[in-house]
């Protein structure tokens, strides 16, 4: 059975958020290195485009939150606690949020984003452009770079391909480079 299929049957045929029936698309919940069941959820365009874009962000949308917050699946909860942390300046998302109960490893996931932080307090990852790293993304390397540990030697114009962050360290991400996964300083790369 395709990870589509899996997901419309755990769904039911509907967003997971908001229960759209329209437009439905797979949605990986970043950060995520293989995705599937456990990593994706079914969700709506509008869902995806919000979730994606914190500027088109409409909050009543968001209201059905009150309802699927309280799905058994993980990726779903991760979502919920996200967007309900992006809109805690309204009244109603932060009473949700204080209901809201993650077990420690789904919490520590929905936090990796860096989702309710304040701006100062998040870790940001910019490529030598000052272009904002996430998740997922590719990146190609803008010098030659030893690796450490090893003979190899990175080139430049190599492509890095589903970078991973630092959760801890916005200069440093993670990639394979061939079949070695290298750590890589953020400097040294560009967005591609």
Not at 8 to 34: F, H, M, Q, W
Not at 55 to 71: G, I, K, Y
């Amino acid at each position: 059975m395709s990870l589509i299929q899996q997901l419309n049957e755990r769904s039911g045929s509907k967003c997971e958020l908001c229960s759209a029936t329209n437009d439905l698309k797979i949605y990986e919940v970043p950060p995520v290195s293989t995705g599937g069941i456990d990593g994706s959820l079914l969700a709506c365009v509008t869902c995806i485009n919000q979730i994606n874009n914190p500027e088109e962000t409409d909050a009543n949308h968001w209201r059905c939150l009150n309802d699927s917050m309280w799905s058994e699946f993980s990726a779903v909860q991760a979502v919920a606690w996200r967007m309900l942390s992006r809109l805690k300046d309204e009244d109603w998302p932060q009473d949700l949020l204080d209901m809201l109960y993650l077990d420690e490893e789904t919490l520590k996931w929905a936090k990796e984003t860096g989702e309710g932080l304040a701006e100062s307090d998040r870790i940001i990852h910019r490529d030598i452009n000052g272009v904002v790293l996430q998740t997922g993304d590719n990146v190609v390397l803008v010098k030659d770079l030893k690796v450490k540990g090893s003979s190899m030697v990175a080139k430049q114009g190599t492509a890095v391909r589903r970078i991973s962050l630092d959760p801890d360290n916005a200069e440093y991400i993670e990639g394979k480079v061939g079949p070695t996964q290298i750590v890589i300083i953020t400097k040294y790369v560009k967005k591609i």
